[in-house]
């Protein structure tokens, strides 16, 4: 059974930082590319960043570039996200979820993909 735990959030004024976590089990952990998305009220789900299977390779929506970071420890099947200098916008719930191919996680969202609870990420002005 595939399962996601996703971890760090919390309310962080703008311009501050914060470090999520993704602990995931019931797969082959190096085997998948993983992919951060988050969700704010009333606005669909959207891909915030992805890592290759190895690490070698991130993605990056253009909204985050230069203030978040993607890494992954696959002894630890763990991924994080880095985010700095927060903004009001970035304010979601974020979640993680594997991707087979890295080429289509920054597609967006899939109907079979899985997902866990998420972690409430929030900014204030």
Same mark, same amino acid.
Do not use: H
């Given at each position: 059974e595939v399962r996601l735990v996703e971890s760090g959030g919390g309310l962080v004024q703008a311009g501050g930082s914060l470090r999520l976590s993704c602990a995931a089990s019931g797969f082959t952990f190096d085997s998948y590319a993983i992919g951060w998305f988050r969700q704010a009220p009333g606005k669909e789900r959207e891909v915030? @960043?992805?890592?290759?299977? =190895?690490?070698?390779s991130t993605y990056f929506t253009d909204s985050v570039k230069g203030r978040f970071a993607i890494s992954r420890d696959?002894?630890?099947?763990?991924?994080?996200?880095?985010?700095? @200098?927060?903004?009001?916008? =970035?304010?979601?719930?974020?979640y993680c979820t594997p991707k087979f191919n890295y080429g289509i996680c920054r597609l967006g969202?899939?109907?079979?993909?899985?997902?866990?609870q998420g972690t409430q990420v929030t900014v204030s002005s």
């Amino acid at each position: 059974e595939v399962r996601l735990v996703e971890s760090g959030g919390g309310l962080v004024q703008a311009g501050g930082s914060l470090r999520l976590s993704c602990a995931a089990s019931g797969f082959t952990f190096d085997s998948y590319a993983i992919g951060w998305f988050r969700q704010a009220p009333g606005k669909e789900r959207e891909v915030v @960043s992805c890592i290759s299977r =190895d690490g070698g390779s991130t993605y990056f929506t253009d909204s985050v570039k230069g203030r978040f970071a993607i890494s992954r420890d696959n002894a630890k099947n763990t991924v994080y996200l880095q985010m700095n @200098s927060l903004k009001p916008e =970035d304010t979601a719930i974020y979640y993680c979820t594997p991707k087979f191919n890295y080429g289509i996680c920054r597609l967006g969202p899939r109907q079979d993909d899985y997902w866990g609870q998420g972690t409430q990420v929030t900014v204030s002005s």
